[in-house]
């Protein structure tokens, strides 16, 4: 059971609009099967949501993604767990991971502006008492996200019929 | 002055490939699908291409030994002997070629004198016939049928063979059928020959390529190994048919007369394809060919959906079990395989190949490849959907 609920996961994690039914047929599966797979899934928090992945520097919508390098003291008993939850609450935080090597914590952030994120940098992160320090890098322009890249400009060049 | 007189007869005779018009009215659609492709989607995986460049800029553009690179054998030797269980000599076993289809036709003129009888299943791929004519044999066609799970029967082989027969050619999995020969059907193949001199010529270009059980190959089997020639190549298995890169296993007399025709037809495989072959061995013994599993689970993905899609517009379709072709019978059209393929393609835009390209026997069929986008086979699906339901 365990391969074919790690196929499911594959499958929607490259797809998530597809329907039970394709999926059943894809595996060889009844589609209620997949139903009650993927419910459990859900309801374990296996499949926590289900996103689209979209190229924004293609839309008018006006944004700046930045990745900060935070370097904080860990807290009695909690360690760094506490303090990635303060981080992680802000709205503006999109992903927090926990780093090895010279710094802790690294935020990814999204504002409308660079102003928004130095405001959010200087008046939010950097005053929270354990923050020793941060340095901000913005991210000028994805490439690849999620496996996913953005300008593929590998064209199917086939000849149209080959025996 | 007739130019055309002056052709060999040999070339003359061998009938035009029966494709060649969809393929000009498929180039000149637009939005139309093509389900005619016999070649992965997928693109080489940027290891592979990354080594050849790597190559390139290092200044590898000088010729190879005849026999291909040593470094290459032996990783082909190692390959064989870890995925098929075959065990062959990198010095003098094995011969690097320019894609499996350079094997065939090295493997017949190596073999064939005038007159002499090779027998091959019905329907096959297409390139076994004149290369036969061209080395001055006679092809024996055997009839498979879905019936018989599109398998060499070893009652229809005994049949066809006389004094004359100098070799079989085993081709499986099958393009176009996905038909299989699992260890019993080969066992009883090999009963039928054991006591004759002939000669298997088994294409395995598909071996890695299969959805119920894995390959077995016919060298494999006790006592076959000898007589056997093994041709197989990198273009299915690793996406890499651009590089034009195979290879034949063999006794090494079969070798040393295969390399004697080589040697001077084509000196030798290119260099960048094959340090790309080399790659392509030496990463996947490092992850255990996850990369190949990886594109096997996706075509296996599409194989369920294109067969249920034919089955459920009422058409017979057997279950290919390896290569990426399904072989769907549409005799309940009334139409011939031509016939349904021209329409199909002027009245939907879906091409796909009538199977009497691959031998009279695929006469009532049709070869679509799932070689492609599954939005391209859902949207196909539909078309032909859409274009069976008028006729049926």
Same mark, same amino acid.
């Given at each position: 059971?365990?391969?074919?609920?790690?196929?499911?996961?594959?499958?929607?994690?490259?797809?998530?609009?597809?329907?039970?039914?394709?999926?059943?047929?894809?595996?060889?599966?009844?589609?209620?099967?997949? #139903? #009650?797979?993927?419910?459990?899934?859900?309801?374990?928090?296996?499949?926590?949501?289900?996103?689209?992945?979209?190229?924004?520097?293609?839309?008018?919508?006006?944004?700046?993604?930045?990745?900060?390098?935070?370097?904080?003291? &860990?807290?009695?008993?909690?360690?760094?767990?506490?303090?990635?939850?303060?981080?992680?609450?802000? &709205?503006?935080?999109?992903?927090?991971?926990?780093?090895?090597? &010279?710094?802790?914590?690294?935020?990814?952030?999204?504002?409308?502006?660079?102003?928004?994120?130095?405001?959010?940098?200087?008046?939010?992160?950097?005053?929270?008492?354990?923050?020793?320090?941060?340095?901000?890098?913005?991210?000028?322009?994805?490439?690849?996200?999620?496996?996913?890249?953005?300008? *593929? *400009?590998?064209?199917?060049?086939?000849?149209?019929?080959?025996? | 002055?007739?130019?055309?007189?002056?052709?060999?007869?040999?070339?003359?005779?061998?009938?035009?490939?029966?494709?060649?018009?969809?393929?000009?009215?498929?180039?000149?659609?637009?939005?139309?699908?093509?389900?005619?492709?016999?070649?992965?989607?997928? $693109?080489?995986?940027?290891?592979?291409?990354? !080594? /050849?460049?790597?190559?390139?800029?290092?200044?590898?553009?000088?010729?190879?030994?005849?026999?291909? +690179?040593?470094?290459?054998?032996?990783?082909?030797?190692?390959?064989?002997?870890?995925?098929?269980?075959?065990?062959?000599?990198?010095?003098?076993?094995?011969? =690097?070629?320019?894609? %499996?289809?350079?094997?065939?036709?090295?493997?017949?003129?190596?073999?064939?004198?005038?007159?002499?009888?090779? =027998?091959?299943?019905?329907?096959?791929?297409?390139?076994? @016939?004149?290369?036969?004519? +061209?080395?001055?044999?006679?092809?024996?066609?055997?009839?498979?049928?879905?019936?018989?799970?599109?398998?060499?029967?070893?009652?229809?082989?005994?049949?066809?063979?006389?004094?004359?027969?100098?070799?079989?050619?085993?081709?499986?999995?099958?393009?176009?059928?996905?038909? @299989? @020969?699992?260890?019993?059907?080969?066992? %009883?193949?090999?009963?039928?020959?054991?006591?004759?001199?002939?000669?298997?010529?088994?294409?395995?270009?598909?071996?890695?390529?299969?959805?119920?059980?894995?390959?077995?190959?016919? %060298?494999?089997?006790?006592?076959?190994?000898?007589?056997?020639? =093994?041709?197989?190549?990198?273009?299915?298995?690793? %996406? @890499?048919?651009?590089?034009?890169?195979?290879?034949?296993?063999?006794?090494?007399?079969?070798?040393? !007369? +295969?390399?004697?025709?080589?040697?001077?037809?084509?000196?030798?495989?290119?260099?960048?394809?094959? =340090?790309?072959?080399?790659?392509?061995?030496?990463?996947?013994?490092?992850?255990?060919?996850?990369?190949?599993?990886?594109? $096997?689970?996706?075509?296996?993905?599409?194989?369920?959906?294109?067969?249920?899609?034919?089955?459920?517009?009422?058409?017979?379709?057997?279950?290919?079990?390896?290569?990426?072709?399904?072989?769907? /019978?549409?005799?309940?059209?009334?139409?011939?395989?031509?016939?349904?393929?021209?329409?199909?393609?002027?009245?939907?835009?879906?091409?796909?190949?009538?199977?009497?390209?691959?031998?009279?026997?695929?006469?009532?069929?049709?070869?679509?490849?799932?070689?492609?986008? +599954?939005?391209?086979?859902?949207?196909?699906?539909?078309?032909?959907?859409?274009?069976?339901?008028?006729?049926?």
């Amino acid at each position: 059971m365990g391969s074919r609920v790690n196929e499911i996961l594959e499958i929607l994690s490259k797809n998530s609009k597809l329907t039970s039914t394709e999926i059943a047929t894809m595996l060889d599966m009844e589609p209620q099967e997949v #139903e #009650e797979i993927i419910r459990e899934l859900e309801e374990q928090n296996v499949i926590v949501r289900y996103n689209t992945l979209i190229n924004w520097d293609k839309t008018d919508k006006e944004r700046v993604t930045a990745l900060i390098e935070v370097k904080v003291t &860990p807290q009695r008993d909690q360690g760094f767990d506490s303090i990635a939850e303060r981080i992680y609450k802000f &709205p503006e935080v999109k992903s927090v991971y926990l780093m090895s090597g &010279p710094y802790d914590l690294c935020v990814i952030v999204e504002g409308k502006t660079m102003k928004d994120v130095a405001s959010f940098v200087s008046q939010r992160l950097s005053v929270l008492d354990p923050v020793l320090s941060t340095a901000t890098h913005f991210i000028l322009k994805p490439y690849k996200i999620g496996g996913v890249i953005l300008e *593929d *400009d590998e064209k199917d060049g086939r000849q149209v019929i080959t025996l | 002055m007739n130019w055309e007189e002056k052709i060999s007869q040999k070339v003359r005779h061998i009938p035009p490939s029966g494709i060649r018009k969809f393929f000009d009215i498929v180039n000149e659609m637009e939005d139309a699908i093509s389900l005619g492709v016999g070649e992965p989607d997928f $693109v080489t995986p940027w290891n592979i291409r990354e !080594a /050849s460049i790597h190559s390139i800029e290092k200044g590898m553009t000088y010729y190879t030994s005849n026999w291909g +690179m040593l470094e290459l054998r032996e990783m082909i030797s190692r390959y064989l002997l870890e995925r098929f269980d075959i065990s062959y000599d990198p010095k003098d076993e094995v011969l =690097v070629t320019i894609g %499996a289809s350079e094997g065939i036709d090295l493997a017949l003129r190596s073999i064939i004198e005038p007159g002499d009888e090779v =027998v091959v299943p019905d329907p096959s791929y297409v390139s076994y @016939m004149p290369c036969i004519t +061209m080395a001055g044999g006679v092809t024996v066609p055997i009839v498979c049928t879905a019936e018989d799970d599109f398998k060499l029967k070893p009652e229809a082989l005994k049949e066809k063979l006389t004094d004359k027969t100098k070799a079989l050619i085993l081709p499986y999995p099958n393009n176009p059928t996905g038909g @299989m @020969m699992n260890r019993e059907d080969l066992l %009883a193949v090999a009963d039928v020959i054991r006591d004759t001199g002939i000669i298997v010529i088994s294409d395995e270009i598909y071996a890695e390529l299969t959805y119920e059980g894995n390959h077995t190959s016919f %060298a494999s089997i006790p006592g076959m190994k000898d007589r056997t020639i =093994v041709l197989n190549g990198f273009s299915k298995a690793f %996406a @890499m048919t651009g590089w034009r890169l195979g290879y034949a296993a063999a006794n090494k007399t079969f070798i040393n !007369a +295969m390399v004697k025709i080589h040697q001077y037809t084509m000196l030798c495989a290119p260099i960048m394809s094959q =340090v790309a072959g080399l790659e392509a061995l030496r990463s996947g013994f490092e992850d255990d060919f996850k990369s190949v599993r990886d594109m $096997v689970n996706e075509y296996n993905h599409r194989r369920r959906v294109i067969l249920k899609g034919f089955r459920d517009m009422g058409l017979e379709c057997f279950e290919p079990l390896g290569a990426f072709y399904v072989f769907p /019978s549409i005799e309940k059209t009334g139409m011939t395989s031509e016939e349904f393929c021209e329409r199909l393609l002027m009245e939907e835009k879906v091409a796909v190949v009538p199977g009497n390209a691959f031998g009279e026997s695929g006469e009532g069929f049709i070869r679509c490849s799932y070689a492609c986008s +599954m939005e391209n086979i859902n949207e196909a699906l539909n078309r032909i959907g859409n274009f069976v339901k008028k006729y049926m």
